[in-house]
């Protein structure tokens, strides 16, 4: 496989398909990000702010610094597109984790999905595309994903998946211990 960061892989199946997210996916991506009920179970730890934006133009500046970051090669953000809507419906953010806790040599999966996706059997079909090339994609020994416990969907579509929840804490650079990550080893 070739490396990540120089192409992006696609992938798809009948109903999704999942591609390097592009500044033309803004207002698609702002109805993701806007909405009230979806943004509570985005993972943003460790990040600055949350992901709630309401503007084009801010939704716009962070597809831009997504890219940035892809440039970089810190992480790779994927746009998750209904198929049958031609509608983008939410982003799939991965990266290598390298740190000093249990979830080193990890990649670490960030599921942002649009509220009327939010529902176990979708959820297992998106992941269903990107969970089993992560090893390889990200060099990396295990998966890790958040879902908190009001996200009932998504863990049901995670335990259905294979995915254990972890009882260790994943430890921000600044210290901060965060919970309810979900694991699925190689």
């Known amino acids: 496989m070739k490396d990540v960061f120089e192409v992006c892989p696609r992938f798809e199946n009948e109903q999704y398909l999942l591609r390097f997210l592009s500044e033309n996916d803004g207002h698609d991506l702002l109805k993701v990000y806007s909405d009230k009920k979806a943004v509570p179970l985005f993972n943003s730890d460790g990040c600055f702010g949350d992901f709630y934006f309401t503007s084009l133009e801010t939704m716009q500046n962070v597809i831009a610094a997504w890219q940035v970051e892809y440039q970089r090669k810190g992480f790779v953000r994927w746009s998750i597109i209904d198929k049958c809507k031609d509608e983008v419906i939410g982003t799939i953010e991965l990266f290598h984790r390298n740190s000093d806790d249990y979830f080193t040599e990890c990649g670490l999966l960030r599921l942002d999905l649009r509220s009327d996706y939010e529902n176990a059997s979708e959820i297992e079909s998106i992941l269903s595309l ?10 990396c020994d295990k998966v890790a994903t958040k879902a908190i416990p009001e996200a009932n969907e998504r863990r049901t579509a995670l335990l259905k998946m294979d995915f254990v929840l972890s009882s260790e804490k994943l430890v921000g650079q600044d210290g901060t211990k965060y919970d309810n990550y979900f694991l699925l080893h190689k």
Do not use: G
Not at 130 to 139: A, D, K, L, R
């Open 130 to 139: 990107i969970v089993p090339p992560t090893f390889e994609m990200f060099q």
